[in-house]
Antibody, heavy 123, light 114 residues
Framework: EVQLLQSGAEVKKPGESLTISCQVS????????ISWVRRMPGKGLEWMGR????????SYSSSFQGHVTFLIDKSINTAFLHLNSLEASDTAIYYC????????????????WGNGTTVTVSS | DILMTQSPLSLAVTPGESASISCRSS???????????LDWYLQKPGQSPQLLIY???NRASGVPDRFSGSGSGTDFTLTISRVEADDVGIYYC???????????FGQGTELEIK
């Protein structure tokens, strides 16, 4: 069974940094991109960007560029989302999602999602 | 930037009836390969989002055939026939054509049961 297991809830203070993990199982980690999606309280979903686990190539949404970093550790089949200089507006649930591909057109869609990590930033 | 607009933003449906959700994009989602780069996702209360439809009209694995996607150009529809209590949640459309680096979600449509 394909699973993406995310790290637990976090409470942070403004200005601190945070790393969320997303450990995958049930498939070959390097074969599928990982996307990150945010949902702020009372708001909709926002795509943050994605990373290719095979070579750590990244693509960031313009809304998040410079504030987040995606990382990979292939030895433990885990993707990471690093957020720096946290603000109250970073309070949200963060999801990782596997991007599956439709051959031969190489269309990517998010077919399996992590369980979500709740982040609260408060002084 | 491309804009995705869903309507209605909320709807209440009697079990057994049908529901339709509209998604309009500010630019055509037709790729040169002939496919529409539009997905539908459902986020049930307290759960992670789940894929319902990809490429405009293809049901994801395990999705009941009560769910169907249609549309062309800039206008797309998710239809749920014979609505069940388990269908409650927020439905999102998402475009995947105008990248990198953006995938863009609609605002979401909340479905509740009467």
């Amino acid at each position: 069974e394909v699973q993406l297991l995310q790290s637990g809830a976090e409470v942070k203070k403004p200005g601190e940094s945070l790393t969320i993990s997303c450990q995958v199982s049930g498939y070959t980690f390097s074969n599928f991109w990982i996307s990150w999606v945010r949902r702020m309280p009372g708001k909709g979903l926002e795509w943050m960007g994605r990373i290719d686990p095979s070579d750590s190539y990244t693509s960031y949404s313009s809304s998040f560029q410079g504030h987040v970093t995606f990382l990979i550790d292939k030895s433990i089949n885990t993707a990471f989302l690093h957020l720096n200089s946290l603000e109250a507006s970073d309070t949200a649930i963060y999801y990782c999602a596997r991007q599956n591909k439709v051959a031969p057109i190489n269309y990517l869609y998010m077919d399996v999602w992590g369980n979500g990590t709740t982040v609260t930033v408060s002084s | 930037d491309i804009l995705m607009t869903q309507s209605p933003l909320s709807l209440a449906v009697t079990p057994g009836e049908s529901a339709s959700i509209s998604c309009r994009s500010s630019r055509s989602l037709l790729h040169s390969n002939g496919h529409y780069y539009l997905d539908w996702y459902l986020q049930k209360p307290g759960q992670s989002p789940q894929l319902l439809i990809y490429l405009g009209s293809n049901r994801a694995s395990g999705v009941p055939d009560r769910f169907s996607g249609s549309g062309s150009g800039t206008d797309f529809t998710l239809t749920i026939s014979r609505v069940e209590a388990d269908d409650v949640g927020i439905y999102y459309c998402m475009q995947g054509l105008h990248t990198p680096p953006e995938y863009t979600f609609g605002q979401g449509t909340e479905l509740e049961i009467k």
